[in-house]
């Protein structure tokens, strides 16, 4: 294999899907990069078995051939080149890599140690580049923990001329509609919520407008089509929870607030939210939202905001962080909150979003 580019235009496609490598594996070769050349064009590939990354590139190509390479040596190396002509040539089962007057040989795992790469699929669908990065107002709500599995992931069920994007750890729960125009299709995924922040990493990275994902034939991976990128993801198994359930339906206090007063009036009062549920008690009265929090051995606080209540008077405690994430990512000034009960789960609705809901329990106070 023997090719030549630019280094300023091989580092990002390096970058990009050295992401993807499977820093300490067990297995050698998944901390490497693929590099492949054919006709025209060098494949650059990485995965960690979880997630796999094909970019294509044109390069001037000598001789086709290919190779993997230890990911961090070569890109601290083209990263250090600065701006050059870089011409890269297998000599063995090692790279050489030369620009002006630098040379350096790496040692290398050959092309057939590498692990494929899953990409056919089918029962795809087509959507807008902005549908697909509207779910990243609702990742944050997925589950870390891998002790639920299911929870970890993002359902992505596009049916009835809408896509909804849902995720929930058990705690609290997000989703995101959007309504879509032409022929009806159908796909439903649960989807890594890790996948989807790598998606949206490159959408923001390159020039697309349409993203296409499929499922393959077995529904166990799911592949992306972003342009010169395509990535491929394992799915997650089992049942998500029955989401629709949890979206509160009898609405006895709805207050409207301003964001930036409430993220305030809560960011203060998670300051002696410290314990364990990390507590902050709303009291909803006529015109105004009382919220309070205490720990022994910190103190406690309460502030009023002025709010906009319709309904019944309410008192409710919830987890701070759950209430901050929810005020944090909705993208509005105003925000409308809906009430079932004191112990019942609330509904956070960013004013003038449509499509956009954030749910969060409540917690039991003594």
Request: with cysteine; net charge negative.
């Amino acid at each position: 294999m023997k090719f030549s580019t630019l280094q300023q235009d091989l580092l990002p496609h390096l970058q990009a899907v050295g992401r993807s490598v499977g820093i300490r594996s067990t297995l050698p070769v998944l901390d490497n990069i693929l590099l492949s050349t054919e006709g025209k064009k060098l494949k650059v590939a990485a995965t960690n078995l979880e997630i796999g990354v094909i970019r294509s590139i044109n390069v001037e190509v000598f001789e086709e051939g290919s190779i993997t390479v230890p990911a961090k040596t070569l890109i601290e190396l083209v990263s250090g080149l600065g701006q050059s002509k870089v011409t890269v040539t297998t000599e063995g089962e090692g790279l050489v890599v030369e620009s002006n007057k630098f040379k350096a040989s790496i040692n290398c795992i050959p092309a057939t140690e590498f692990p494929a790469i899953p990409l056919s699929a089918k029962d795809g669908v087509e959507l807008s580049k902005e549908i697909v990065l509207s779910s990243s107002q609702i990742l944050f709500a997925a589950a870390v923990d891998e002790g639920r599995p299911v929870l970890t992931g993002v359902l992505t069920d596009v049916s009835g001329g809408k896509v909804d994007f849902v995720a929930t750890d058990g705690f609290r729960l997000a989703h995101r509609r959007v309504k879509l125009q032409g022929k009806e299709i159908q796909f439903k995924s649960l989807i890594p919520r890790r996948t989807f922040e790598e998606v949206l990493r490159i959408i923001s990275e390159t020039e697309v407008d349409k993203i296409e994902l499929a499922a393959s034939s077995d529904q166990n991976q799911v592949v992306f089509n972003l342009g010169k990128t395509l990535l491929s993801s394992r799915l997650i198994e089992g049942q998500f929870p029955s989401w629709e359930k949890i979206i509160p339906t009898e609405i006895v206090t709805r207050v409207m607030v301003d964001k930036e007063e409430l993220l305030k009036a809560v960011k203060l009062a998670a300051v002696f939210a410290k314990n364990e549920t990390n507590i902050v008690i709303l009291t909803l009265e006529k015109s105004r939202m009382k919220i309070e929090s205490s720990a022994k051995e910190l103190g406690s606080q309460q502030n009023e905001i002025e709010a906009n209540v319709e309904g019944d008077n309410l008192q409710i405690a919830f987890n701070s962080k759950f209430l901050l994430d929810a005020v944090t990512n909705s993208p509005s000034l105003q925000i409308m909150i809906e009430f079932s009960g004191s112990l019942s789960a609330a509904r956070v609705k960013p004013v003038g979003v449509e499509g956009l809901e954030y749910i969060v329990m409540p917690v039991r106070t003594n």
